[in-house]
């Protein structure tokens, strides 16, 4: 016999959804959160709220995942917000801004620093609804086919970097442009780009990009802790039942500290295949991070000056990433910096 | 009109748990952790699953929590699994061990580097489902009556230091002390103890020991990174429904995120406060921190010999820590130490 369910159901619809990501499948650690946020998702709702899920360039291309959900084209995206500071350069926030936050600075800000409520606020205007749904860390400086040693020798540099970090750069004199996933490599490889920025050494090593530059420079200090987004139709989001939401907020949750650690467990293996292929690991310049940092200051004020949603966040942003810093450069520093000079590179 | 259901919705039962934690509400940044998950669980299953939460001591003591769940008197317990060492000192690495895994590495392990299966199967011999839940980082290294300027002057001290880190420490000439929350503050104001650690700021700020004891040490390196449990009694977890434990799953992985992000904006104005009141804040010195580490390694050693369950884990958990320790100290240390140099103390 069957035991009897202890008290009635409430009434709960079958949904199907679609969601549309900015990435490619071939980007397991990205794709992968979604994925596991699909599989929770339909676990936790009995099978009854399904979402089906669409690489870049199946429903709607890479970069317009944002207004393909405000204007409810699909029900969910997944993007890497820093994508649309066309529209505002404030977007960045949700996902990294040079010299900002690092990986887990960037959760603390949204879970318990204001950042949430903060970028909610700005997405509400894009009829969207935001979850915070995984993050790289640190990534790397990018792939250059020569010695990086002065400011002076960044002047002119032809380099595949996008947004706010091309804005940065090009103070520095670096040419910044702008191509996708596909023209990469060749143009590299033709000398057309002197260098490459994409993320780190995983899913760099897809690219081959080793093949046609030697220098490795670290580390991306334009996206110290990149966080990915699920976003939500707002209009959706406020149908769903409460059930379906809370199961939501939770699967990005746990896809956000799965896709943190997939990263630190795959880039690992993929640095010492790239090491050992005859890549050189480089760190940037003092000198160059000195003027960089200078200049992303500067990009920030005039940013200030022109948005008022930028200036908006970034007033308490600042003031949190300082408590930040000066939080972790106490025992986080000190623990990390021994452990790691006691650790030989092998 | 009420829109009828699409489908007919399956059976789930009413339940009532008990989940008994090892920490007092007074320590709010742990005890808001089962909060969440309560609360979550009650949304995300329409009320059916329904958690009730009880202090340590409420039920059962702090330290006898994971045998109040093994043994069914309660579903569930929340604690720190270093508490357990007496049992089997493999149940360190689910929470920390002395020069160990920072927060994200251990979270790294626990995810994706093969730590969950590793625990997972120690705790099945103790008839628990464990789920990681939450992180302090990196803790303080505690506070001190006396400035400590060599190992020397570590010889004799009298510490309240528990577990493996008091194993550490007695190789160094500590003299550790075990005693409950209510007792150490006096102890350390009569002086029958010298120094104490507990956790960060935060809390520590509580407890008032910055009136009685003036240098503050940093780091824990006997806790860079130590990991909360969720523990549920496996037969109880067996007999969930599917939608239940996916539910429960993913509460705690929200948790996770929100604890440590707590942690990281509420220590902040702690250490501020602290340090405006007079605390001295102190980095042990090197020589302290190498003979720590050396005692550490040995200490392994004679664990692993002893202990076949350690052996088990500390083979795989050391290859997974060297890997880590090599990948932070590219991209992650040098942005780290790039803009925490360039913040100013304030």
């Known amino acids: ?11 709960l ?23 596991t946020v699909a599989q929770h998702v339909k676990t936790a709702t009995g099978g009854r709220f399904e979402i089906q899920l669409f690489a870049a360039g199946e429903i709607v291309p890479s970069a317009a995942v944002l207004d393909a959900v405000k204007d409810g084209t699909v029900e969910m995206g997944q993007s890497a917000s820093y994508y649309y500071v066309g529209k505002d350069p404030a977007f960045a926030f949700d996902c990294a801004v040079p010299f900002g936050l690092n990986s ?18 700005l997405f509400k205007d894009y009829n969207i609804h935001n979850i915070p749904c995984g993050n790289t860390g640190v990534q790397m400086g990018g792939w250059f086919r020569k010695e990086i040693k002065t400011v002076a020798d960044m002047k002119g540099l032809k380099m595949r970097i996008a947004g706010i970090a091309g804005q940065v750069m090009g103070k520095l004199g670096v040419v910044g442009q702008q191509m996708g996933p596909a023209d990469i490599y060749p143009a590299l490889e033709k000398g057309t780009i002197d260098a490459v920025e994409w993320v780190g050494p995983y899913d760099d090593e897809k690219f081959g990009f080793n093949r046609v530059a030697k220098y490795y420079y670290y580390p991306g200090f334009w996206e110290a802790g990149p966080q990915l987004s699920i976003y939500i139709n707002l209009k959706k989001w406020n149908e769903l039942p409460k059930e379906y939401q809370q199961a939501l907020e939770d699967a990005c949750a746990f896809a956000h500290v799965q896709m943190q650690a997939d990263y630190d467990v795959k880039n690992v293996a993929a640095l010492r295949r790239l090491v050992a292929g005859g890549t050189k690991l480089k760190e940037f310049p003092k ?5 960089a940092q200078a200049a992303t200051l500067q990009l920030y004020e005039e940013f200030s000056a022109k948005y008022p949603r930028f200036k908006k966040i970034y007033g308490p942003w600042k003031k949190f990433r300082d408590d930040e810093y000066l939080w972790f450069k106490v025992a986080e520093r000190a623990y990390d910096s021994f452990v790691f000079s006691q650790s030989s590179r092998r």
């Open 104 to 121: 887990r600075q960037q959760s603390a800000w949204m879970w318990s620093g204001g950042g949430l409520e903060l970028m909610r606020d």
């Open 13 to 35: 619809p079958s949904l199907k959804w679609k969601l549309a990501s900015s990435f490619p499948k071939s980007l397991d650690t990205l794709f992968n959160a979604i994925e």
């Open 287 to 291: 000198e160059v991070m000195v003027a």
């Open 1 to 11: 016999t069957v035991a009897a369910p202890v008290m009635a159901q409430s009434a």
